[in-house]
């Protein structure tokens, strides 16, 4: 089955340019423990990303995990400035998705369903 990016209604503002991942009837997300100490607000997606299942256990539980190659934005410091020039400083990033179903499984954890896609 392979994995596809969904997109939602544009009416909806709080998703608008971001995408959900499917794969088969299971929808996936993207999980603090999974970045290695980087935020998961500087995680984009490309439009052509290509993802790869990979087995991985999770609370004593198997789960099939996604792999892809997303893109990393280089971290600004705002200095509590309100605005800033538009950083588009990034490099590739490998990101492991797990089912939703299977999130808050390894502690307390930042998680996002929906996240930011880059169109090539």
């Known amino acids: ?14 998703t608008r340019n971001q995408v959900a991942i499917k ?4 929808v996936y997300c993207l999980e603090s423990p999974d970045l290695k100490d980087q935020s998961l607000s ?12 990979r087995p991985m256990q999770i609370a004593n539980g198997r789960i099939m995990a996604l792999e892809g ?3 990393l934005l280089h971290p ?3 200095n509590k400035g309100l ?3 538009l950083n588009n400083d990034s ?13 808050a499984n390894r502690g307390q954890s930042d998680m996002s369903v929906w996240l930011p ?3 090539n």
Do not use: C
């Open 83 to 85: 605005y800033q020039p």
């Open 42 to 53: 500087n995680i984009l997606i490309p439009s052509d990303i290509h993802f790869r299942p």
């Open 69 to 71: 190659e997303a893109r």
């Open 117 to 119: 896609i880059g169109r």
């Open 23 to 26: 794969r088969g009837p299971v």
């Open 76 to 78: 600004t410091n705002w």
């Open 1 to 14: 089955m392979p994995a596809t990016l969904l997109t939602a209604n544009p009416l909806i503002e709080e």
């Open 91 to 103: 490099r590739p990033h490998t990101i492991t998705l797990i089912p939703y179903y299977a999130w």
